[in-house]
């Protein structure tokens, strides 16, 4: 029985956190942007996501931009 009880407060009340993963993927993947790279688009999404979470925007900022630069040649 307990481990029925574990199984279920595993599952989640709603489905929130992933529509709004799919805003934000509509918000950052629009027409003109298309083209897009799964990596940037998986790491825009990341930073869109977590937007509370601790991160070292300066490495991210240097990151996407070689894969963006490296995407238009």
């Known amino acids: 029985m307990r ?3 574990l ?3 595993l599952l989640p009340l709603s489905n ?3 529509e709004r993963g799919f805003s934000a993927m509509n918000e950052i993947k629009s027409k003109k942007r298309s083209r897009m790279g ?3 688009l ?3 999404l990341i930073i ?3 937007k509370d979470f601790p991160y070292n925007t300066k ?3 240097t990151e996407y931009a070689k894969t963006w ?3 238009k040649s």
């Open 7 to 9: 199984l279920l407060m």
């Open 38 to 40: 799964r990596k940037l």
């Open 16 to 18: 929130a956190e992933c």
């Open 48 to 50: 869109a996501t977590n």
């Open 59 to 61: 490495a991210a900022a």
């Open 69 to 71: 630069k490296y995407q």
């Open 42 to 44: 998986t790491n825009l």
């Open 3 to 5: 481990v029925i009880f």
